[in-house]
Each structure stands twice: as structure tokens, then as C-alpha cells.
């Protein structure tokens, strides 16, 4: 088996502060994610990546930027945190169409 | 475009009690369907997937999905649940041959001892 690692677990950030996810997975994928989690929508894809250096934007990707500079990892940053932002940010990985997910990073802004 | 629905944002069952959790889609091609649940302060781990074949898929911890294309449906059955099963339940839909997910709004589950 495999697993998804997220650093950190909690982030507390200011407001216009540019803020790094990192996420790393040892199943070998190829493809990862990055979901945004709010409560009460379900999950909303920010980014993904099929392969190493390649980045695909999802439905959420105004104010994130993303890296894939291994295969095994795969990096979100939230580019200017917005003040009272409170989500939590899910990295997955996939073989086919099954994916795994991370644990998750919860951010706050203050 | 592709969508799913879940109606009910919060159920409430006894332990020992049956359980539905109702999941509806929308989408033109071959969906692949999957329930997945997130524990308190967890990831989402998969429950079961739906490709092709018998309706009625059966997963991890007695948990079964009948898929229904008549009516755009994948509902989640347990037969006797257990109050370790409280948790948010995910109905995700994967359109055929594309890297699209959609991940409904998740139903809570509370099962009371």
C-alpha cells in the first residue's frame, strides 16, 4: 500500500500572505490533485497535474498557483490569503479513476 | 455538463437501523460512479465504484450501491449500520475518459447509539 503526506496539517496565515500546501505521495501515480474543501459545497478541483512539470487547471484555480516538480510531490500556494478564509485543502493521487486522498491541510486566516 | 446530487445534507438513523443515502447524477456519456466517506479529520477513503456490469456493486464494511441509469441513480445501502459508520458520505461521479470528477455536497451521517 501506499500514502498521501500533507504539510502541514493546520496553517494559520494573515490576510494578503502568500501561503504553501505541500503533498507528497509514494503509490508511484502519475496523476494528483488538489481539491478545495468548504462546508456544506463538496469538493472543487483547483488543480491537477498528470505528470511531472505538467499542471492543468480545475474549476477553483483564480488565486492558486501549483508545482509538480516530482513525480512524487505536487506543491498548492494560495497567492494573496483572503481575511477570514477557512477551508480545507485536499491533495489526492489516482490510478485510473480511483483516487486517494491525503488528510488534508486546514487553513485559517486571520 | 456534468453534475451529482445529494439531497439530503444530514441523516439521522439509529444503530442497528437500515440506511439509504440518495445520490443523483447528470450526465450524458458512461459515468463511473463512486461513494467515498471522510472520516472526522480525514481524508476521503473509497467506499465503491461502479464501472459496467451488475447494478448492485458491494464495498468495504457491508456498505452496497445499486446504479440505476433509468434514474440517474446510485444509492448507498447499508443493512444494519454501526455508530463507528458516522461520517460524511461522498457521491462522486467520474466522466468516462476524462480526468473530470464531480464530488456532490456530501450527506452527514450520524447514526445514534
Known amino acids: 500500500g501506499g500514502i498521501i503526506t500533507q504539510t502541514p496539517k493546520f496553517l494559520i496565515g494573515q490576510e494578503g500572505q502568500k501561503l504553501t500546501l505541500k503533498c507528497q505521495q509514494n503509490?508511484?501515480?502519475?496523476?494528483m490533485y488538489w481539491y478545495r474543501q468548504d462546508s456544506g459545497k463538496g469538493l472543487r478541483l483547483i488543480y491537477y497535474s498528470i505528470t511531472e512539470n505538467d499542471l492543468q487547471k480545475g474549476d477553483l484555480s483564480e488565486g492558486y498557483d501549483a508545482s509538480r516538480e516530482k513525480k512524487s510531490s505536487f506543491s498548492l500556494t494560495v497567492t494573496s490569503a483572503q481575511k477570514n478564509e477557512m477551508a480545507v485543502f485536499l491533495c489526492?493521487?489516482?490510478?485510473?479513476?480511483?483516487?486517494?486522498f491525503g488528510p488534508g491541510t486546514r487553513l485559517l486566516v486571520l | 455538463a456534468q453534475s451529482v446530487t445529494q439531497p439530503d445534507a444530514r441523516v439521522t438513523v439509529s444503530e442497528g437501523a437500515s440506511l439509504q443515502l440518495r445520490c443523483k447524477y447528470s450526465y450524458s456519456g458512461t459515468p463511473y460512479l463512486f461513494w467515498y466517506v471522510q472520516y472526522p479529520r480525514q481524508g476521503l477513503q473509497l467506499l465503491l465504484k461502479?464501472?459496467?456490469?451488475?447494478?448492485v456493486v458491494q464495498g468495504v464494511n457491508g456498505f452496497e450501491a445499486e446504479f440505476s441509469k433509468s434514474n440517474s441513480s446510485f444509492h448507498l445501502r447499508k443493512a444494519s449500520v454501526h455508530w463507528s459508520d458516522s461520517a460524511v458520505y461522498f457521491c462522486v461521479l467520474s466522466a468516462s475518459n476524462t480526468n473530470k470528477v464531480v464530488f456532490g455536497t456530501g450527506t452527514r451521517l450520524q447514526v445514534l447509539p
Open positions: 503509490f508511484n501515480h502519475d496523476t
Open positions: 461502479y464501472y459496467s456490469g451488475d447494478p
Open positions: 489526492a493521487s489516482s490510478i485510473g479513476d480511483t483516487q486517494y
